[in-house]
């Protein structure tokens, strides 16, 4: 089958109620068949269910579906993107250990490497996407891992993952960890360019609809299988409950997409057009410094568009006051457009020279762009650009 009808196909197996949708298996543990099968299942030896802390149908189902469009051999769910973004790391990871990060991830993703991860020994040294000569320096005896986003939050920053795949031939010691969460695996494949894991916060695209958290790590078996003793005695797993409902939202990952990207681009080139835009970023726009990469590895542009105000902080914060539709909170990927002010929020923390690095302006505003028709959500910024101040 190919890979959208088997993100409808794949199933857990039938009960022998023959229902057609697939149950929420509400249980914490399984039973056994025998003395004789507990024990080789516990062992190894059989494939099965035994508490849902390990392993639960929904989540197995969750977990296949994703694998399949990643392309990955083997994956592990989680309650949130970042236990499983933390799992990826101290699962695999020791005292001593040396990562390389982009400086632009993720917030909490930041928090790891620069507060919690030095408690136990593992230190970090961050790069610069727009500065990939560099990273070669950066690495150490001691790096055990490099990883990034791309494209990169908000500033749409891509890494060329074709080249980042390179440095697998060259430190094949070095675990290659990609956070597709922005780009989804309908849209960009990491693992196809020899990356050995991908991470996801599911609670973005993959649910869609802004609804329930969840996390999913994927890649080669031989690290998932290190993850998994990690994750079976430290507990991040997965609720059945929101496997149940992710693995639907699957089945029409493709299909909103499609729209998010199609409505993003009409945005960015209506913003493109505007003459109180400074600045507009969206991969899939031929002004992206890196047009051409974000067309070869990247289907389509995604549904995040970034932009800056004349004016500045006050417009910006202005601007987001005057949206009609669109509101202001702190989530993405939903079928809602939703806009936000990164220099006042999630990186108000930074300094002005900081927020520039990873392309943050004072008057950056980010939207996700969902599925309202187009026309409504153009409407909504023009006149809010219109009667801003
Ligand atoms: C939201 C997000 C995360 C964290 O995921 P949660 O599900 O909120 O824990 C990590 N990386 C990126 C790029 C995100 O957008």
Redesign the pocket.
Known sequence: MKEQSRLIRNQAPRSHNREHSVPLYLTSSFIFDDAEQGRAIFADEEDGNIYSRYSNPNTTEFIDKVCNLEGAEAGLAFS??????FASLAGLLRSGDHIIACRS??G??HQLLNQLFPRWGITYTYVDASQPETWEAAILPETKMIFL?TPS?PGLELIDLEWLGGFKKKYPHIILNV?N??ATPYLQKPLQYGIDLV??????YMDGQGRV???IVCGKAELIKELMFFIRHTGPAMSAFNAWLLSKSLETLTLRMDRHCSNALKLAEMLEEHPDVEVVRYPHLPSHPQYDLAKKQMKQGGGIVTFNVKGGFDRAKSFLDELKMILFTS???DSRSIATHPASTTHSKLNDAERLAIGIAPGSIRISVGLEDAEDILEDVRQALDNSK
């Open positions: 949130s993107g970042m236990a499983g973004i991830v993720f909490s993703t986003e939050n956070d969460c922005f991470v996801h916060s599911a609670t973005k958290l969840g996390g989530n993405l990927g």
